[in-house]
């Protein structure tokens, strides 16, 4: 069974709209990545949350991990075509780094 | 600075024969190394993970293999590829501590005809 799940599985926007994805673990989480992707390539690494409540922004991308540490969400303000991609976030289950991911959300901003 | 490097990029090959793909990780010693295999759409998908020389963990059933000859080299084998091995295998490691990041390699699209 898929240990994070992540919705919505593809997303459309205009461009200058907000959208959100988020991701659920039925796991509580030692902490919770957020990547960006175009397949076939590598993932470019946005965020990291290990704290419950936790918020962090980069530009006009901002990511929340619940208080359990269950749940997160990946908010883009005023989205651009440069946002597209294929955004993935990892579970991570202890400080080791062993991580399970979902299977993405492939997101299209059209102009 | 800690870098992942890891080829070929691209690779196509015919069902039944090997596969070697190779990852080595530079500026850091006994890193945690992982392989993940990614389907078009879809997700990553953890093959196997090492925590140090010769140490090697399998999280799924198939048809592959992975050693650790060397502190930060990383290899993932097969002995007869399969069609459904077909797919972007990525090489990553985390640097341990408090705030553990995953760092990812660039990948190998692998095409099994």
């Known amino acids: 069974s898929q240990e994070l799940e992540q919705s919505p599985q593809s997303l459309i926007v205009q461009e200058g709209k907000n959208l959100t994805i988020n991701c659920t673990s039925s796991k509580t989480l030692y902490g919770l990545y957020w990547y960006k992707q175009k397949y076939g390539e590598g993932l470019i690494f946005l965020m990291m949350?290990?704290?419950?409540?936790e918020e962090k922004s980069h530009e006009k991308i901002t990511a929340k991990l619940d208080e359990k540490k269950q749940q997160s969400s990946l908010h883009i303000t005023a989205s651009q075509p440069s946002h597209a991609g294929i955004y993935l976030c990892g579970g991570l289950k202890t400080n080791a780094g062993k991580s399970t991911f979902g299977d993405g959300t492939t997101l299209t901003v059209k102009p | 600075s800690q870098t992942i490097h890891q080829w070929p990029a691209t690779l196509v090959q015919p069902v039944g024969s090997p596969l070697s793909l190779e990852c080595t990780v530079e500026g850091t010693s006994n890193p945690n190394l992982y392989w993940y295999r990614q389907a078009a759409g879809r997700g990553l998908q953890l093959l196997f993970y090492s925590v140090g020389i010769g140490q090697i963990s399998s999280e799924v059933p198939q048809n592959l293999s992975a050693s650790r000859p060397q502190d930060r080299q990383f290899i993932l084998s097969s002995k007869k590829l399969l069609l459904s091995d077909s797919g972007f295998y990525l090489c990553?490691?985390?640097?341990?501590?408090?705030?553990?990041?995953?760092?990812f390699g660039s990948g190998t699209q692998l095409s099994v005809l």
């Open positions: 949350l290990q704290k419950g409540g």
């Open positions: 990553a490691w985390v640097r341990r501590g408090d705030h553990p990041e995953l760092f």
